[in-house]
């Protein structure tokens, strides 16, 4: 079974719409990510939580919120879609062993806003 | 954190081994280097990271220059399965407060053929 996971694979919705994306992990680690990856952009990081009560808005956090559950869960939620948010969109986690540098992704959600 | 080259595209023979230069001319003593690979649409993989001394591991080896100022990611017997956009990245290790983000770029496309 894969370390890291995410719900759904692939979503389409309509502008203005609410959705979310959840991330699950079974690695222990106790940091989470979220990226979005663009073509030609690379992968450019949305929100970031070092534990459950911490937090941190990335580079491109617009548009954007997250709930980290549990350790284990990490959501992000579209709060009013929009086309220029159709994106591939990952969640990754740490730990502090390995450093912030060595983050372990999921298989990613593609997301089609009409 | 500094920036990398890397060539757009390289191609290797199934099982000969496959050499990826990257230069990071602008490196500070404190950053080390990281590989990385993305397989088409799927979450990068974490490959190897290094300092200063070379390193090697289950997936790859890495060969960092005394300047430390370029470095080579080796797959020893390269199989179609490596066929991939692979990323180094420079950062500091222990620099949490960086946003956590690492910073793709655009890597190689290394293609193994048959």
């Known amino acids: 079974d894969a370390d890291v996971t995410q719900t759904p694979r692939n979503r389409i919705t309509k502008t203005g719409k609410r959705i979310m994306l959840e991330c699950s992990q079974t690695k222990g680690h106790d940091r989470m990510y979220w990226y979005r990856q663009d073509p030609g952009l690379g992968l450019r990081l949305i929100y970031y939580s070092f534990d459950v009560k911490d937090i941190n808005k990335g580079e491109i956090s617009d548009g954007y919120s997250v709930s980290r559950q549990a350790q284990a869960k990490f959501s992000l939620s579209l709060e009013s879609a929009i086309p220029n948010q159709t994106a591939l969109y990952f969640c990754?986690?740490?730990?502090?062993?390995?450093?912030?540098?060595?983050?372990?992704f999921g298989p990613g959600t593609r997301l089609l806003v009409l | 954190d500094a920036k990398t080259t890397q060539p757009p595209s390289m191609d290797c023979a199934e099982g000969r081994a496959a050499n990826l230069p990257c230069n990071h001319s602008t490196i500070s003593g404190n950053e080390y280097v990281y590989w990385y690979r993305q397989i088409h649409s799927q979450g990068p993989q974490y490959i190897i990271h290094g300092l200063k001394n070379n390193e090697t591991n289950e997936m790859a080896s890495l060969i960092i220059t005394e300047d430390r100022k370029s470095s080579t990611l080796i797959l020893p017997h390269a199989t179609l399965r490596d066929t991939a956009v692979y990323y180094c990245i420079v950062r500091v290790q222990t620099s949490w407060s960086t946003l956590g983000r690492l910073y793709f770029g655009r890597g190689t496309q290394l293609t193994v053929w048959p």
């Open positions: 990754a986690t740490s730990d502090l062993a390995g450093g912030p540098g060595t983050q372990y």
